[in-house]
């Protein structure tokens, strides 16, 4: 079975870091880009970045750049974000979707991916 599966979110005091996960199972992970995307509450889904499917590649919104990093190991079908110094304005939930082949272009455009996990929530507050 297909999936994708995210994890690692949280409550988080502002300037505290997180590490997210994304596991694929039931397809070749490392034959994919996998992006992270984001959506607070009241907000539209916007893209945060992408990573290639060798980890070669990645790319970053402006908005987080400095700030998160995506890595993969696809040894162990996982991908990460890690995210730093973390801000209110971060509290979302975080989903990595799939896309075949890489494109920094198409990275952050939600349509391009085919297959989405469910989320995992990362609250920042003090």
């Known amino acids: 079975q297909l999936q994708l599966v995210e994890s690692g979110g949280g409550l988080v005091q502002p300037g505290g870091s997180l590490r997210l996960s994304c596991t694929g199972s039931?397809?070749?992970?490392?034959?994919?880009?996998i992006g992270w995307f984001r959506q607070a509450p009241g907000k539209e889904r916007e893209g945060v970045g992408g990573?290639?499917?060798?980890?070669?590649?990645?790319y970053y919104a402006d908005s987080v750049k400095g700030r998160f990093t995506i890595s993969r190991d696809n040894v162990k079908n996982t991908v990460y974000l890690e995210i730093n110094s973390l801000k209110p304005e971060d509290t979302a939930a975080y989903s990595c979707?799939?896309?075949?082949?890489?494109?920094?272009?198409?990275?952050?455009?939600?349509?391009?991916?085919?297959?989405w996990g469910q989320g995992t929530q990362v609250t920042v507050s003090s």
């Open positions: 979707p799939r896309r075949p082949g890489w494109s920094r272009s198409m990275c952050l455009i939600q349509r391009s991916y085919d297959y």
């Open positions: 990573i290639s499917s060798s980890g070669a590649r990645t």
């Open positions: 039931g397809f070749f992970l490392n034959t994919y880009t």
